[in-house]
């Protein structure tokens, strides 16, 4: 780093960029504003920063997020002062909820400026609250402030993003005026000289290690009692990431358990195993699921999409409810849980199967495991794929979990598509990395964040997306155009909130279309056309399956638009529902 600068401004704003570098943030999510010029500017002197600039900071946030869900790696995200910063709240919500890191770097007045009504100021000092991991109101750069301060700020910040629990951080920088770099610079080489080894160096001023949590021999053995005297165990899995799926259907099979997996488990699509129990979900809706009653749960990771696997669960009340995640939050809804180990999922079930004797599956496994094959039958049956069939949502889960490719990923939008891919998807097809935002399951920032995740893992995504949602993050649809990663967009558009047809609240009466199923009377051709992204709207099954394998093997983005009716979605699902239950109890 040059020891000249036009200011301490710039000279601060470099200091921060730099570090943050040093750490291995390398992505900075920006958008246009004047007060935040110190920390744009520095960005964009850095040859290895990797900038991504979006006009809307709601969306700016939410692609952070999605690309430190893919990588584990928080990225940055900038803005200018007042309601700019605001806008960054849902993602952090989200991120906070859902243990996503990520480093909020908000520009801000000077102090005498608060309060006083200066334009485009609000109080910024703590304005995400309790769902920030860690927060700094950073002073207006002064050289009675030594440099180092800075930069131990900076690696406080990344390391509290990265610890269990991770999570968003905020740093929020007073910059007093000038704030544009000019051509006349001055030398702070004594000012830096503090920092004169750092300069030279690579990495961050104060490194962290890596915390960890050890569970006991003693909590072992105690598990592994509970395991051993078990006569009905079951494993529930939320999501969880890929090295962590390997090691619970390795304790599984040991154990003989039988497996109920979330949809973004890394055990729901493309697995076959003799204890992964697929369509569960549907399978409790028989009279037999009744007669199942385990009397151990082991779950691991986030809570399942699956509402009916949470009632099951309610109702049963196992005498033993183990959790199993890598940090101390309570994740207890239900307030069931007896048993709370906080530990490195992986580590658990390795030195779990190390301790326990192997034992042969369980009946319940084995009649589970039937069960849920009938259920996929019945599936088949139900839902029809001939080529001159008409388009249906669980027609659209299949199809996408039949055809996706290998080497890409899916991204589901919350409310009714993941609902849909968690019951419909077949197991039959490729296994890919699944990702959703069901930290607080809101529908803001579903395109950014997807937008995001590719880029994240350099893969290829399909996001599959209701109408609604798609509407509230139409701004995100630039990040799609500018994404170098072919992002495939799957609307249901069944012209409002199909959700809301499955709820209660559907039975008000005329209340329920303006207030709840919301209808727009829109399509999106012209949105697609609008941001050039190539646009496909298909009528039948086989015009589906063609423009949806077309765009997997294409290296750009497209929209595929697919109008369903809600009335109809709904009468299916019951359908479905029926023709589940009639077969399972003849079975």
Known sequence: ???????????????????????????FCISPGSRSTPLTFAVSQYKQARPVIHFDERGAAFYALGHARATGKPAAVISTSGTA????????????VDHVPLILLTADRPPELRHSGANQTIDQVKIFGDYVRWQMDMPCPDEKISPVFVLTTIDQAVYRSRRSPSGPVHLNFMFREPLAPSKEKQSYKDYLEVIAGWLNESGPYTKYTESQTQISDDTIKEVAKLINGSKSGLIVVGKINSVEAVQVLSLAHKIGWPVFPDIASGLRLGVKS????????????????????????????????????????????????????????????????????????????????????EKEKNTNTEKLIKLSARVNEVLTDSIELNKNDQMTEPAVARIISQHISKESALFLA??????????????????????????????????????????????????LIGDLAYLHDLNSLSLVRE?????????????????????????????????????HGLSFQKSAEQFEIAYHHPKTIGEFI??????????????????????????????????????????
């Open 546 to 587: 063609k423009a949806y394998t077309d765009s997997q093997r294409k290296k750009s983005s497209a929209i595929i638009e697919v109008s369903t009716n809600r009335q109809a979605n709904w009468e299916l699902h019951q359908k479905i529902s029926q023709n589940v239950k009639t077969a399972l109890a003849k079975a």
């Open 414 to 463: 919350s409310s009714l598509p993941v609902r849909e891919m968690d019951m419909f998807a077949t197991d039959e097809g490729n296994s890919v990395p699944v990702e959703y935002n069901r930290g607080a399951s809101g529908i803001d920032g579903t395109i950014a964040t997807a937008a995001g995740y590719a880029n994240g893992l350099k893969k290829s995504v399909t996001l």
């Open 85 to 96: 910063a605001a806008n960054f709240m849902p993602a952090v919500i989200e991120a906070s």
């Open 483 to 519: 994404s170098k990663i072919p992002i495939t967009i799957v609307i249901i558009n069944n012209d409002g909130g199909g959700i809301f047809s499955f709820l209660p609240v559907a039975e008000i009466g005329q209340a329920f279309e303006p207030f709840f199923g919301t209808p």
């Open 274 to 357: 003799g204890n992964v129990v697929p369509f569960f979900d549907l399978y409790l809706l028989s009279e037999s699921s009744k007669k199942f009653r385990p009397d151990t749960v082991f779950h691991f990771g986030n809570q399942p999409v699956s509402k009916r696997l949470l009632q099951f669960l309610e109702s049963t009340r196992p005498e033993n409810y183990i959790r199993i995640a890598n940090h101390p939050d309570r994740l207890d809804p239900s307030h069931q849980v007896t048993m709370r180990i906080e530990s490195d999922i992986s580590d658990f079930c390795r030195r779990a199967a190390a301790a326990v004797t």
């Open 1 to 27: 780093m040059r020891s000249a600068f036009s200011h301490l401004n710039e000279l601060w704003g470099f200091l921060a960029v730099e570090e943050l570098l040093k750490t291995g943030v390398k992505y």
